[in-house]
């Protein structure tokens, strides 16, 4: 893994730094009534406020707001939708809990007004692909975390293809980061993602995994998101809300294998399991 590289790697989330010297969980927020795995437990700002603390106690190192849902057939939200959910909570946030936040979004306005209310990370599963994306980031000099999907969130589980879905995975990262730069956006502002279950199969998924140390070695801090996510469904046959030994043990393998965050629902349980991990291996061997 890069992680001797990485030792030193401080992430300004514009003012509040996320330092990478050991691994990081990424608490997610989803204030949307349709989330694939909690949607509707957080609508109101209140609420979401309050799982926010309960994250920010549990070990949580940055929140991840989101207010549209990515999952398949998801219905899409306007603009001014996704700011009503989203700044509310931003801002309470923000002033009540002194860790860093990102917002889950697509959309360039949103990205701008999230800035403005205190995100200081945009987390966008489309890669800044969308029209202004990349310029609106470049503007607010925030790190980004670019992700990997095949397609688009309504069709992309239809029978997704690869010929090499490591190579192909990493390649569109690569070239993502690289235009990305070349648009203004500093090096040590990018982060990747490969996209669990992002227009991937269970195959997909799995080979992901395996070599996700390749992704890691790459020279940008790797995010991996494998929280509740369907594969364990296929794997362990458990519903949403009774995944957290199969999420807990992606986690640890993602760590393993180099990733500097982890995205995830359950955070207490994750952080008592890297804790575990870190016991055992205090840093991460160059090659796993
Ligand atoms: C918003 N979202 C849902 N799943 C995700 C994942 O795996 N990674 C990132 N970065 N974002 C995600």
Same mark, same amino acid.
């Given at each position: 893994?890069? +992680?001797?590289?990485?030792?030193?790697?401080?992430?300004?989330?514009?003012?509040?730094?996320?330092?990478?010297?050991?691994?990081?969980?990424? +608490?997610?927020?989803?204030?949307?009534?349709?989330?694939?795995?909690?949607? +509707?437990?957080?609508?109101? /700002?209140?609420?979401?406020?309050?799982?926010?603390?309960?994250?920010?106690?549990?070990?949580?190192?940055?929140?991840?707001?989101?207010?549209?849902?990515?999952? /398949?057939?998801?219905?899409?939200?306007?603009?001014?939708?996704? =700011?009503?959910?989203?700044?509310?909570?931003?801002?309470?946030?923000?002033?009540?809990?002194?860790?860093?936040?990102?917002?889950?979004?697509?959309?360039?306005?949103?990205?701008?007004?999230?800035?403005?209310?205190? $995100?200081?990370?945009?987390?966008?599963?489309?890669?800044?692909?969308?029209?202004?994306?990349?310029?609106?980031?470049?503007?607010?000099?925030?790190?980004?975390?670019?992700?990997?999907?095949?397609?688009?969130?309504?069709?992309?589980?239809?029978?997704?293809?690869?010929?090499?879905?490591?190579?192909?995975?990493?390649?569109?990262?690569?070239?993502?980061?690289?235009?990305?730069?070349?648009?203004?956006?500093?090096?040590?502002?990018?982060?990747?993602?490969? +996209?669990?279950?992002?227009?991937?199969?269970?195959?997909?998924?799995?080979?992901?995994?395996?070599?996700?140390?390749?992704?890691?070695?790459?020279?940008?801090?790797?995010?991996?998101?494998?929280?509740?996510?369907?594969?364990?469904?296929?794997?362990?046959?458990?519903?949403?809300?009774?995944?957290?030994?199969?999420? =807990?043990?992606?986690?640890?393998? $993602?760590?393993?294998?180099?990733?500097?965050?982890?995205?995830?629902?359950?955070?207490?349980?994750?952080?008592?399991?890297?804790?575990?991990?870190?016991?055992?291996?205090?840093?991460? /061997?160059?090659?796993?």
């Amino acid at each position: 893994m890069t +992680g001797s590289k990485q030792d030193s790697i401080a992430i300004d989330c514009g003012g509040r730094l996320l330092l990478l010297d050991r691994p990081r969980i990424m +608490g997610i927020l989803n204030v949307t009534p349709d989330s694939f795995s909690d949607g +509707g437990e957080c609508l109101s /700002p209140k609420e979401a406020l309050m799982h926010a603390h309960r994250m920010a106690a549990a070990g949580a190192d940055i929140i991840d707001i989101g207010g549209e849902s990515t999952r /398949p057939g998801a219905a899409p939200v306007s603009v001014q939708q996704e =700011l009503d959910r989203v700044i509310p909570v931003i801002e309470a946030v923000w002033t009540e809990i002194r860790i860093p936040i990102s917002i889950d979004t697509s959309k360039p306005e949103v990205m701008k007004a999230a800035a403005a209310a205190g $995100a200081g990370m945009i987390n966008d599963v489309f890669a800044l692909r969308r029209e202004g994306a990349m310029q609106a980031v470049a503007g607010l000099n925030l790190p980004v975390c670019l992700m990997h999907m095949l397609g688009e969130p309504r069709s992309m589980q239809q029978q997704p293809q690869y010929q090499d879905v490591v190579a192909e995975v990493e390649s569109f990262l690569l070239d993502r980061a690289r235009d990305c730069e070349a648009a203004g956006i500093a090096k040590q502002n990018i982060l990747l993602d490969p +996209g669990f279950g992002f227009g991937k199969n269970m195959d997909h998924n799995l080979e992901l995994l395996r070599q996700l140390s390749r992704l890691s070695s790459r020279g940008y801090p790797l995010i991996a998101g494998l929280s509740r996510k369907s594969m364990l469904a296929r794997i362990t046959g458990r519903k949403v809300d009774q995944r957290l030994a199969g999420s =807990l043990t992606l986690a640890v393998l $993602a760590v393993r294998a180099g990733a500097a965050i982890v995205r995830v629902h359950d955070v207490v349980e994750t952080h008592d399991a890297i804790k575990v991990l870190s016991a055992v291996w205090p840093r991460t /061997p160059e090659s796993v």
